[in-house]
C-alpha cells in the first residue's frame, strides 16, 4: 500500500510494502490514489514519494511477472505516466536501494533527492528483460547514451554521488530524509515543471548515437556470450533519440519481445533459484530440512592450510565478521598468505577486518575454535592425517569440514571420533570471489552439522547447495563425461581451440581446454593416478593404451602432463602464454602432438560441426545430472542448476544444465542424441542414457512437472 499524510502544504506517499517495498498492484493502486488525491486538493502544493522501513522501492514485484497481475490498471507505465504528467511538483526521497521500478519512478519525478547511503540503478537485464516502464528512455536524457548503455546492459547499482555527478539526484541529503524531502518540497513550489519533466528533455549526445551504439554493440555481443538481453536493451536506448512517445513505443514492443523469449523465464528461473536453495532439504531423508535442522553459532573458523584455497576462505570468512585462525606449518607460504589477505582487505577498505585474524604454525592454536576448514594440498591421505590431529586438539562440540573437489567425505570421518560432526565445505576459487559453496554431507552428518554448513555459507555471502557423498560430488563429477568427450573430439579431429569456440559460442566464459590450462593440468592428473587411471610414466602396465577397467579412455591429458605443459603455470598446456600474459594461444606443438597420436591409434580426422560440438560436450554432463538425480546425491535439479550457474560458468540466459534440457532443448530429444551418439561410440560408457531420463521421456514427464525444482 501507499499511505497518505499532509505536512501543510505538501502531501507524502509513502510505500509501505515489505521488505523492499515492490511495486504489487494494490502499490501501484495506492500511489496513483493518492496522486489523484493531491491534485485535487487544492491546499496541496508539492509531492513528495518514499518508502516506509528500509528503501525506496526497490522494483518491481517478481512475484507478479508471467500473472495478469502485473499488467492490471494501473501498470507501471500508466502510474509513472500520470506522476510525471503531475501539474504539481513530485519530489522522489530515496534511501535503501531504488532499483528498475523503484529507480524509473524516481527518474519520472521532476526532483529526486537521496540520502549518502542510497543506490539507484536498472538491473531488469539480469532478468532477461529491459527497463520497460521508461527507463531506457529517460535515463539517455539525463546521462546521455553511452552512459545509459552502460549502465543498463550491465544493470550495475551506482552509489548516491556518482548519481549525483551524473545529474540523476538533485542532491544529497544528511538527517531526516523526510523531513529534508518535505523542506525541499515546499522550497520549489509554485515553480513550472515542464524544464523538470524527464521525458521532455532531449539525449545529449544524441548527434553521435550511431557511432556509441556500434561501438557499444561490438564490446556487449561479446560479453553477452549468446543472451539477447543486453542487445535488445541498445535497441531500445537507441530509440530514445526519437520523440518520447515514439521511444517509448519501440521500448515496449522490444520488451514484449524480451517477455516472450525462452530466454527471459530462464533468467528468472536463475533469479529465483538462487534465493530458493535456502529452503533446502536433505536428498534422502526429506524430515532434515531447513525448517527441521537448527545451527549452531559460529563466531570463530579455524583454516588450515594457507594456499590459494586457504586464503580465500579466510579473507571470506574474515570479511563477515567472523574470527579467524589461519594455521601453515611452512613459514614462508604463512608469510605470504598474510600479505595476500592484507592486500585484498586493503582494496576492499577492509583492513580493520585483520584484528579478527589469528595466525600461527602450531595446531593447538586451534583448540577454542568453534569449526575448522580444512584446505591442505588434494591427499586423502594429507586430508586424513589432518583430520586426525584436529580431532585430537579442538574442542568435542567444533566441526570439521574439508575444503575437498572431489575425494570422500566419509573416509575423513572415519578417522575421527565425532563423524557427525564432519561435513565437506567445497569452496570454488578464488574462494573470496566465486559465490558457490557445495555443502557434502557424509553417511554420520549430523542435521546440525548440515544446518551449520548452510548457514556458514549465508553468513560469508555465498550461495550454499547441499549434495550428497560421491566421487566429485555433483560439480566435478558431471563434469567428468564433458571432459571426456572434449577429448574424444580432438582424436577425432578437432583442435583445442575448434572445441572451445563452440563452447564459448553456447555462452561458457570459456571452453573446457582454456578452462584446464587456468586451473592447471596436473590437478586432474593426480587425481586420475590416484585412481590408478595413469601414472607419472604413462599407462599402468599391462593396460590398453585407450582403455580402462574396460571403458574408452583418453591419455592426452596425461601425455600432456608428462611433457611438463600443466597450463599457464609452465607458460603451456593445450595453448602457449607468452611471459606475463593469460592469452591463450594455438601451439603448433599441441597440434603436431595430437596428429602424431592419431596417426598412432589409427584415428581418421573428420568434420565436426559446432552443433556436435555442444552436444557431445554437454549432453553427457546433462545425462550425469539425471543420474545424480536418480541416485539422490542432489535433491532437485534446482540445485544441479544454480552449482553450475554459480560455480562452472554455465550461461545464465539458458537456465542451467537441467533447466536446459527440460525446457529448451527437451528431455526426448536429449535422450535421443545421445542413443544417436551411443550408438556410433558403444564403448564411450559416458553416453549411456540415465534410467531416470529414459522413464521420464516414456512417461511423457518433465523435470518441472515432477516438482525437482520447485519449492519444498
Known sequence: MAEYSTYGSV???????????????????????????????????????????????????????????????????????????SPKPVVSAIHGTALGGGFELALASHYRLAVPSAKVGLPEVHLGVLPGAGGTQRLPRVVGIKTAIQMITSGQHINAKQA?????????????????AVSFAQSIEGRPVEGRRISQKTVPDADKVEEVVEAARKTILRRARGAIAPMTCIQAIQASVLPFDVGMQREGELMMFLMTSWQAPAQQYAFFSEREVRRWSHPRDKSVNFKTAKPRVIKSVGVVGAGTMGVGITISLLQAGLKVVLLEVNKKQLDRAITMIQKTLRQKSASQRMSQLITTMDYSQLSDVDMVIEAVFESLRLKKEVFKKL?????????LASNTSRLDIDKMAAVTKRPDKVVGTHFFAPANVMRLLENIYGKHTSPETIATAMQLGVTIGKVGVLVGNCSGFVGNRMLGPYIAEAMF???????????????????FPMGPFRMSDLSGGDIGWRGRIEKGLTTEQGPPPDTPPLYRHGNRYCPLPDMMCMKGRLGQKTGAGWYRYEPGSRAALPDPVVTQMIHEYRQEHGFKKRNISSQEIVERCLYPLINEGFHILDEGIAARSMDIDVIYLFGYGWPRHTGGPMYYADRVVGLERILRSLETYQARYPDHHLLQPSPLLRDMVAKGTSLAAMGTDSKL
Open 11 to 85: 502531501a507524502v506517499l509513502q510505500v509501505n510494502n515489505p521488505p523492499v517495498n515492490s511495486f504489487s498492484h494494490h502499490v501501484r493502486q495506492g500511489l496513483v490514489d493518492g496522486l489523484e488525491k493531491a491534485l485535487r486538493d487544492p491546499s496541496i502544493r508539492s509531492i513528495v514519494i518514499a518508502g516506509k522501513g528500509r528503501t525506496f522501492p526497490a522494483g518491481a514485484d517478481v512475484r507478479e511477472f508471467g500473472t495478469s497481475a502485473a499488467i492490471k490498471l494501473p501498470n507501471l507505465l500508466t502510474a509513472l505516466a500520470a506522476f510525471d504528467a
Open 164 to 180: 549525483l555527478s551524473l545529474g540523476l539526484v538533485d542532491k544529497i541529503v544528511q538527517g531526516d530524509l523526510l523531513k529534508e
Open 391 to 399: 580431532d585430537t586438539i579442538t574442542k568435542p562440540q567444533a566441526i
Open 489 to 507: 573430439l580432438l582424436e577425432e579431429g578437432l583442435e583445442p581451440q575448434d572445441v572451445d569456440k563452440a563452447i564459448e559460442e553456447f555462452g
